[in-house]
DNA sequence: CAGGATCCTAAACGATACTG
DNA sequence: CAGTATCGTTTAGGATCCTG
């Protein structure tokens, strides 16, 4: 055992080397690379439909609210700012009472919502043909 | 009210028309739509991963769990459990002793994953890009 | 209107022990 | 080896109330 208490090879992103030399190639798999972090915030449950509905158009806050069907003010408002503070979302606030919010996507945030409505588009047109391909569940399994 | 307990409008691919005349649009951002379901497997936190994982080629479970850093077999199991209810995943179980269970991805599963993968070259490929720029955090939220 | 603060429940997760 | 069962912890998530 060694002084640190690793729990794997290091990422090569935070291996000191210099950023601009380093290559990744299936990264993600290594569980300290700070690309995980990324791929949780933009694949996360309520991130995901609100980079789709910003892609459409810049929207404000309680729009983004009836657009992104089931989520609660809290999430969004906490999904908002982690999408932010990634740098894929502004946020623009206008100095106004009551309050007006406008949130819009970044350059990096479009290229990562383009991404995510193209992996959203594959599902949608492909939803009926995984859920009648769908290996039948037993009796038992459907109880459950 | 009615006499049922909605939540937001239904999607049409549980109104009760045909499947075959349906087309989808947007319906991921509709509530009540399966696709949402299946959205969530394929983008769960270990789902990508493994989906990744097995895209390279079939493995047997702890190979699985070696490639795919930090993974408990708890999870691991319980994913790919999911993956092959959603019929992604293939599971052969070789009648030998020790047990010897090989994984490896369906046609629809490999369609999956190709765009998964596809998804997370773009994240490896930006991940330093997108942390330089990152607005900085406060000294506050820092030491949060 | 856009949230922040609070409280609470449910789900995800991980570690460990055990089994065919 | 490939899980299952159990337990305890952590995080996600929702509901409600409150404020500039």
Not at 63 to 75: A, D, H, N
Not at 83 to 91: C, I
Not at 117 to 129: L, M, P, Y
Request: negative net charge.
């Amino acid at each position: 055992m060694t002084d640190t208490a690793e729990t794997g090879p290091r990422c090569m992103l935070n291996s000191g080397a210099p950023l601009s030399e380093l290559i990744q190639t299936g990264e993600l798999l290594n569980q300290n690379c700070p690309s995980r972090e990324i791929l949780r915030h933009l694949t996360s449950r309520w991130g995901v439909l609100v980079l789709i509905a910003l892609l459409e158009k810049d929207r404000r806050f309680s729009e983004i609210r009836r657009t992104v069907g089931g989520v609660s003010e809290k999430m969004l408002a906490q999904t908002l700012q982690t999408l932010e503070a990634d740098g894929f979302v502004n946020r623009y606030s206008h100095p106004v009472v009551p309050p007006h919010v406008d949130y819009s996507l970044t350059p990096i945030g479009r290229e990562a919502a383009t991404k995510v409505r193209d992996f959203a588009d594959w599902i949608e047109v492909n939803t009926i043909r995984i859920l009648s391909a769908r290996p039948h569940q037993s009796q038992a399994e459907a109880v459950e």
